[in-house]
């Protein structure tokens, strides 16, 4: 499963992007809005850090200049990936930016229907936002489950699935089990990922003892 970091905090992309575990990037103008910087100078600089995909979403709702947004921001870097609403004119400018070759991220899924909509229209990730759909009080997991069944019967089908909107990390772990391509994590669900208490205590016994054996590894 690919991780990627849904956020538009330079410094929190670099930090994590250290890790060596992050495939990617995903923003949102919400993101961006919180950034309070410039959004083609934010989408650039995350290119420079992190090799793998980087969503920068659309901001017009008309498939013209949606296209030519679209097209605009995947000048900006090669792993650029065109994110776009799922509305029809969103899966049109889909259609289009995918038949040119770029790479298109269908965002704002809350049905299966619209997941093979936005397969049909080619996209290369559907975003099923988990977290919003548990917020009112529908099951945003089943969505995954249900897509990754509808996708998995169709091997033409090429659409990576990518949870978004996730809460914590057992959103993370029970998308794996469905077999979800990637998941885009706020950068404290993915500090979550690595914590447990048992490792901590363990941690702290092992050092103590360590030390008294007044043993070092490495030569002074
Ligand atoms: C995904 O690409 C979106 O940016 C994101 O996951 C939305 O999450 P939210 O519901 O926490 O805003």
């Not at 299966?112 to 229209?121: E, H, P, R, S, V």
């Not at 990637?182 to 993915?190: E, G, K, N, R």
Request: glycine share 6%; hydrophobic share 45%.
């Amino acid at each position: 499963m690919k991780f990627f970091v849904d956020t538009a905090d330079v410094n929190e992309i670099r930090d994590l992007a250290s890790t060596g575990l992050v495939d990617g990037v995903t923003t949102n103008p919400s993101l961006i809005a919180k950034s309070g910087r410039n959004f083609i100078e934010v989408i650039q600089e995350i290119c420079e850090l992190v090799d793998g995909p980087v969503s920068a979403e659309v901001a017009a709702t008309d498939y013209e200049i949606m296209l030519e947004e679209g097209k605009k921001l995947a000048g900006l870097a090669p792993n650029v990936t065109i994110k776009v609403p799922l509305t029809p004119d969103g899966l049109k400018t889909c259609k289009a930016l995918s038949d040119d070759g770029r790479k298109v991220n269908v965002t704002l899924c809350f049905s299966a229907g619209q997941a093979i909509l936005a397969a049909k229209a080619g996209a290369a990730y559907i975003s099923p936002f988990v977290g919003r759909l548990d917020d009112i009080s529908s099951d945003g997991m089943s969505l995954i489950d249900d897509i990754c069944a509808i996708y998995a019967n169709y091997p033409e089908i090429n659409t990576e699935v990518l949870v978004a909107s996730i809460r914590s990390p057992n959103h993370v772990v029970e998308a794996a089990k469905m077999g979800a391509d990637v998941c885009t994590l706020p950068p404290t669900v993915l500090r979550q990922l690595f914590t447990h208490p048992l490792t901590s205590a363990g941690l702290a016994a092992f050092l103590s003892d360590w030390a008294e054996t007044g043993q070092q590894i490495l030569d002074p």
